[in-house]
């Protein structure tokens, strides 16, 4: 396959020896490789690898350096594979029981994963991308002036947070949001934000942060 190039934003370095696995994914090395990628051939024949053709591909990359991959045939049979990974800036490798570990190469950037040639791209849950605007917003630490917060949160994982007090003044970030489970980061020029997200419904998502003590409703708009 054709390899694709582009900006690849890297985050710290790290070896092939063993990883430490962060206590919280705002400290893990590769924030922007968290989640659940998708490859999809672009003929019906799919792509020959090792004797077999294959249509499609999933694979999910957790903070704990664990794996998850499907691969789709295109005589219909998923193939799964599951184990460990280490990765440093330019390699990544796969381990499984009972197989011989797998080293690939690769390129990052918030959005896109290119392994060996092959261009993924990631995918935000179902029904979290959209306009959220806070019915109800509090906590200990949440300044008293502010009134509203407006979130975007695109599909392509960039969003955009503007924060409204009392008094009519307003601020705003942009960059980029990466998630693990109920995890939610906002990181942007300044700083990050992180929190925990809920959606209760489709039309409303809920964000608590205990260490800052805040809560906010939000309803999609």
Same mark, same amino acid.
């Given at each position: 396959?054709?390899?694709?190039?582009?900006?690849?934003?890297?985050?710290? /370095? &790290?070896?092939? *020896?063993? @990883?430490?696995?962060?206590? $919280?994914?705002?400290?893990?090395?590769? @924030?922007?490789?968290?989640?659940?990628?998708?490859?999809? *051939?672009?003929?019906?024949?799919?792509? +020959?690898?090792?004797?077999?053709?294959?249509?499609?591909?999933?694979?999910?990359?957790? *903070?704990?350096?664990?794996?998850?991959?499907? /691969?789709?045939?295109?005589? !219909?049979?998923?193939?799964?594979?599951? %184990?460990?990974?280490?990765?440093?800036?330019?390699?990544?490798?796969?381990?499984?029981?009972?197989?011989?570990?797998?080293?690939?190469?690769?390129?990052? &950037?918030?959005?896109?994963?290119?392994?060996? %040639?092959?261009?993924?791209?990631?995918?935000?849950?179902?029904?979290? @991308? %959209?306009?959220?605007?806070?019915?109800?917003? &509090? !906590?200990?630490?949440?300044?008293?002036?502010?009134? +509203?917060?407006?979130?975007?949160?695109?599909?392509?994982?960039?969003? *955009?947070?503007?924060? &409204?007090? $009392?008094? !009519?003044?307003?601020?705003?970030?942009?960059?980029?949001?990466?998630?693990?489970?109920?995890? /939610?980061? /906002?990181?942007?020029?300044? %700083?990050?934000?992180?929190?925990?997200?809920?959606?209760?419904?489709?039309?409303?998502?809920?964000?608590?942060?205990?260490?800052? !003590?805040?809560?906010?409703?939000?309803?999609?708009?």
């Amino acid at each position: 396959m054709k390899k694709l190039f582009f900006i690849v934003v890297l985050f710290a /370095l &790290s070896t092939f *020896s063993r @990883p430490t696995i962060a206590d $919280d994914i705002t400290e893990f090395d590769y @924030p922007f490789l968290l989640g659940n990628w998708y490859w999809f *051939s672009s003929t019906e024949a799919g792509v +020959e690898s090792e004797g077999e053709n294959y249509r499609a591909m999933h694979v999910q990359f957790k *903070s704990d350096y664990q794996f998850a991959m499907r /691969l789709l045939r295109i005589d !219909g049979k998923i193939e799964q594979l599951a %184990g460990e990974y280490n990765i440093d800036e330019t390699n990544i490798t796969f381990m499984t029981e009972n197989e011989e570990d797998q080293m690939h190469t690769y390129m990052l &950037s918030y959005n896109q994963f290119v392994l060996d %040639g092959a261009r993924f791209t990631k995918l935000a849950p179902e029904n979290l @991308p %959209g306009n959220w605007k806070t019915s109800a917003i &509090s !906590g200990v630490d949440v300044d008293q002036s502010i009134s +509203e917060l407006s979130l975007t949160l695109r599909p392509d994982f960039l969003f *955009s947070a503007e924060v &409204s007090n $009392d008094k !009519g003044k307003s601020k705003e970030h942009r960059g980029i949001y990466y998630i693990e489970d109920n995890q /939610l980061v /906002l990181l942007y020029e300044d %700083g990050q934000h992180d929190s925990e997200f809920e959606l209760t419904s489709n039309d409303t998502l809920m964000l608590t942060n205990t260490h800052f !003590g805040m809560e906010a409703i939000l309803q999609r708009e």
